[in-house]
């Protein structure tokens, strides 16, 4: 079951969290995401082995974790590439490669995404091979946990700590104004989100 507490929530309250680095402001949101990833992966192996008895309930339980990726970590990824990564471009330049990267695995996240959401519409299509949509799910939802890993972490320990280390105070405080200025549900901003 997603911890909606954990992964809704109202914005990140920057105002309180001025004092405190930048990092720690951008990797809050990654916190709750490696909880649900866990939780994700646990409902994946109980999709696979509990067999038919359970089998609703956990196609249901799948279906609440793809609604919460769509509706965070979609939304933090976005966040990231509307104005982390284009700020971090044009002030640190020499993280233009790992930015690139980062993209990169935004997309092949979305492909996953949208791969789960399919196999989910044609589980409720009468007649449609279960053991093969069943397999499907596993794959890239075990797929999609592990990029989703990798990435947070990549960006936990390379970009975040050196937004960082290698702004300047003002740059900082200009990236925070951005983040706190683009309103709205927006995964940089929630107490909690994510995400990728
Ligand atoms: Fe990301
Ligand atoms: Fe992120």
Redo the contacts with the bound molecule.
């Keep these: 079951m997603v911890k909606r507490g954990r992964v809704s929530g109202s914005k990140l309250g920057l105002e309180k969290n001025r004092s405190k680095s930048i990092f720690a402001i ?1 990797e809050k ?2 916190k709750a995401t490696f909880q649900n990833l866990d939780r994700f992966y646990e409902a994946l192996k109980n999709l696979r082995f509990e067999g038919k008895q359970n089998l609703g309930k956990n196609i249901s339980e799948i279906r609440e974790f793809v609604s919460y990726f769509k509706r965070e970590i979609k939304t ?2 976005r966040e ?1 590439e509307k104005i982390l990564f284009p700020f971090l471009q044009t002030h640190v330049p020499r993280l233009e490669p790992m930015i690139c990267l980062l993209l990169s695995e935004h997309g092949d996240f979305r492909n996953c995404l949208n791969y789960l959401g399919l196999s989910l519409s044609e589980f409720r299509k009468t007649g449609s091979d279960k053991t093969r949509l069943i397999h499907g799910l596993n794959e890239q939802g075990t797929y999609l946990v592990c990029l989703l890993r990798g ?2 972490w990549l ?1 936990t320990q390379s970009l975040y700590r050196a937004a960082d280390r290698e702004l300047h105070r003002s740059e900082k405080k200009q990236l925070t104004e951005q983040i706190t200025k683009s309103g709205g549900r927006h ?1 940089l901003r929630r107490r909690s989100a ?3």
């Design positions: 951008l949101n990654h933090h990824m990231e990435h947070m960006e995964g994510h995400a990728g």
